[in-house]
């Protein structure tokens, strides 16, 4: 819905970056990384105490424990209070989760945070409780269970082809601990106490009905362990905030800023009403979000805390009342709303070695605005254009933000996300297909009332927040690696390794036919290995991890009492994942052999092997000849349609395959992350020209860096041929990078709102855009503390160009840079 000029003028005028908000930005930007043994210690203690307990309660009384043994820290000026560490940017490790990473980083003295080039330090006192808790979980943690499990039910050979050795797939399931993504706005409207009312009330039910159902017996007290997790956690969380509460009124009576004074008088009366009651005003609002944004964190300090969602829907209500009443103006709203913005950036993880590559440098908080509502109507409100002012006037990575586009958007709006695009420069914010993502949720049998309700979550992926967590993805597959392993029948040339059927001596195919059978049987056998192997790791580790928090946020968990590791939301076929990454690579290295090697017959298949080994060393005859054929992203059908024939073959094979407990068709993933990366490091030589080890293509449907040379709109054009957006594939992101001097004016953003249009028209779902200069990129890699402020979008959300590793800087660089 468009807004009054009124509330337009009073957005555009307000000054987000105030000085208690540039204080606040300043001493965040400016603190040094910590990793903190505080959460580790608690959890451990006590698990150690409660072995007679349930599993179920056992985790609730675990995280209870870790958010009553807290630091409670209000920093100076802050409006919205809460923080995971004592530490302004604190991380905490999770060592029930996986001990073996602390011990490696505390033996190796490298311990970062969010990426390779985060350093953090460790306090001594800190470091002896880490790696106490660390040692006791050696054999009992989640990776633990699960690898066990593998090599009992698989032996070692599946070792071969993860991480550490062939790396066709990523074993992500042994490493992360609960999912993200869900955040229920109910809980600003109502409260936690209310769950625990209705926790409390259906616990009573199954207790007088105990001895009437004799074969329910174990399902009963299975939900009545379920019912006390989510009691015992809501209670701790009310808790938690209730400390804040009684810190702000100490620091009130000693505060002789009389402002201040009130401020911190305020914010303990926030504290001590919610989360536990419902949010009566703007401010109680977000400080309900955050304490129970921290309660997931705690719960799982990687992924982070859960997704804000749609914000502006669920903060527009108590917004528009305040306005409304004169209790606020816009400058407050907006000055709130900075503070909360640099709450999201001190957050910090301790990846751990795996995910320092494959996520490097952010938590993955996003925000979605905009959008239609339940009766299709436009959703943008007052609040969706102030989000949009706040985060063009902070200019820092998180909270990622994501506009759900349609054709009936307010077209203002647009502008002003564009503006806010062009003066951030790093993708904030990236744009979304909104009727695409309903309608794909429809054909998953997600009635309208939920499937509208679809919200961004972690990299790319879409959940919905109120009734399930984002989408779990137990492994996801190299496809580069797929067609290396199938160019030299079954065997990876890198390790020697046989990883997959012998499919016949590529020196021996007379067409590309051949070459592409031998790569769709290899493709369908890791499928099939992958499914069976990290399937048992994920009921090893579903037998094990319970998320208490999580299920207590979840919709339907009183009801069916079951934990949201179980299956606890209300759609279990949104749950299934098998992840892909680098089809645009193996079209065009299969577009390189079709012309030079069967068509042109310039080289021999031999000979192309010879390059490949040699990296191109010695053979630039080849790699020139390999470079000029035809590549994706210049509208160009030869190369595009093998694509999309990947593209889409590959969906069928996987919707084929059934999962193994409830027959539920699994769905297709294709991941952004910075796992171009991790993967390419494995990943010799290809005949797109690429030089081995180097990243890979850095999303789903990008052209390679530098390769689409027929403008924007020929990326567009091959990116939209066929709809590759369905209900059983998702996360299809396009990156674009254009230079920071177009966007000058209102002519050119209208023409830059005509190209995404088009995108979105021509079925595309997920399109972002780095508006930069390359020579800056280039200075900034050579000069970070002069650049330190530079935003990129990166995968499915932006970050610090300086926090990157060099090779993704590097990437980043060579990324086509349009002009309109």
Request: hydrophobic share 40%.
């Amino acid at each position: 819905m468009a807004i009054s000029i009124e509330a337009m003028k009073g957005i555009n005028s307000t000054v987000v970056f105030t000085d208690r908000v540039k204080k606040r930005h300043l001493e965040c930007e400016g603190a040094p990384l910590w990793i903190s043994g505080r959460r580790g210690r608690s959890f451990t203690e006590s698990w150690k105490t409660s072995e007679a307990e349930p599993l179920n309660v056992r985790w609730a009384l675990a995280i209870a424990r870790v958010l009553d043994e807290s630091s409670i820290v209000i920093r100076d000026g802050e409006l919205i209070v809460g923080s995971e560490t004592k530490y302004v940017r604190g991380a905490e490790v999770v060592p029930e989760q996986n001990p073996h990473d602390i011990l490696k980083s505390l033996e190796q003295k490298e311990v970062r945070t969010m990426s390779e080039v985060m350093s953090a330090s460790v306090d001594p006192e800190e470091e002896a409780a880490m790696r106490e808790a660390a040692e006791y979980w050696i054999g009992k943690s989640i990776r633990d269970r699960v690898e066990t499990s593998r090599l009992r039910q698989s032996g070692p050979q599946y070792l071969d082809l993860i991480d550490n050795g062939v790396r066709v797939m990523t074993d992500s399931v042994a490493r992360v601990g609960k999912n993200q993504g869900n955040f229920n706005p109910r809980i600003i409207r109502e409260g936690l106490q209310p769950t625990i009312d209705r926790a409390r009330q259906e616990k009573a039910k199954v207790m007088q009905s105990w001895c009437t159902f004799p074969k329910d017996a174990f399902a009963r007290y299975h939900k009545i362990a379920v019912l006390d997790s989510i009691i015992i956690v809501c209670e701790a969380i009310i808790r938690f905030a209730r400390k804040h509460a009684e810190l702000a009124r100490q620091m009130a009576e000693t505060e002789k800023d009389p402002v201040r004074k009130q401020e911190l008088l305020e914010i303990a009366e926030r504290c001590e009403w919610v989360p536990a009651n419902p949010a009566r005003n703007f401010a109680e609002a977000l400080q309900s979000f955050w304490f129970c944004s921290l309660g997931q964190k705690k719960e799982s300090p990687f992924p982070s805390g859960s997704c804000p969602g749609r914000m502006d829907e669920w903060l527009y209500p108590l917004f528009k009342k305040d306005i409304e009443s004169g209790k606020l103006t816009y400058q407050q709203a907006a000055e709130t709303l900075g503070c909360m913005w640099v709450k999201f950036n001190e957050a910090q993880s301790f990846h751990g070695f795996y995910f320092a590559k494959e996520a490097a440098g952010s938590l993955l908080q996003q925000i979605t605005i905009g959008g239609t509502d339940k009766d299709g109507k436009d959703a943008t409100n007052d609040v969706s254009y102030l989000i949009l002012e706040v985060s063009r006037q902070m200019a820092i990575p998180q909270p990622g933000l994501y506009v759900r586009w349609h054709n009936t958007i307010d077209h203002n709006f647009m502008i002003k996300a564009i503006e806010t695009n062009r003066d951030t420069g790093g993708g904030v914010p990236a744009f979304i297909n909104d009727q695409a993502g309903t309608r794909n949720f429809l054909g998953l049998g997600v009635p309208l009332e939920d499937a509208g309700e679809w919200t961004a979550a972690g990299c790319l992926s879409y959940c919905l927040s109120k009734v399930n967590t984002v989408v779990r993805m137990p492994l996801y597959v190299n496809i580069p690696k797929v067609f290396e392993i199938a160019l030299n029948n079954g065997y990876d040339p890198r390790t020697g390794i046989k990883a997959g059927p012998q499919t016949g001596e590529a020196v021996k195919f007379t067409s590309i036919d051949q070459l592409e059978n031998a790569f769709w049987e290899q493709f369908s056998y890791f499928i099939d290995k992958g499914m069976n192997d990290l399937y048992i790791g994920f009921l090893a580790k579903g037998d094990f991890l319970c998320a208490p928090v999580s299920t207590a946020y979840l919709e339907d968990s009183i009801k069916t009492g079951k934990d949201a590791m179980e299956e606890g939301g209300r759609y279990p076929q949104l749950n299934l994942c098998i992840g892909q990454r680098g089809f645009v690579d193996v079209a065009n290295s299969l577009a390189a052999i079709r012309k030079v090697v069967f068509e042109d017959k310039k080289v021999t298949m031999p000979r192309l092997l010879e390059a490949l080994k040699a990296d191109w060393v010695g053979y630039d005859d080849v790699l020139k000849l390999c470079m000029q054929a035809p590549k994706y992203g210049n509208d160009d059908d030869y190369v595009d349609e093998i694509h999309d024939r990947l593209s889409l073959k590959s969906g069928e094979i996987i919707a084929a395959k059934k999962d193994p407990v409830n027959g539920l068709t699994w769905k297709v993933a294709r991941p952004a992350l910075t796992g171009h990366y991790y993967l390419g490091e494995v990943v010799g030589a290809l005949p797109n020209g690429r030089k081995a080890g180097t990243p890979l293509y850095d999303a789903a449907l990008s052209p390679g860096a530098g390769t689409d040379v027929n403008g924007p709109t020929s990326a567009i054009k091959s990116a939209t041929k066929v709809n590759h957006f369905k209900p059983d594939m998702d996360s299809l992101v396009m990156n674009m990078k254009f230079s920071s001097t177009i966007l000058k004016d209102r002519s050119s953003i209208e023409q830059f709102i005509s190209m995404m249009r088009t995108f979105f028209n021509r079925g595309g779902w997920h399109i972002q855009f780095n508006i930069l200069n390359k020579d800056d990129l280039i200075q900034a890699k050579a000069h970070p503390e002069q650049w330190k402020h530079l935003i990129v979008r990166v995968a499915g959300y932006s970050a610090y160009f300086v926090e990157l590793p060099p090779a993704i800087q590097d990437e980043i660089i060579a990324r086509t840079e349009h002009s309109l």
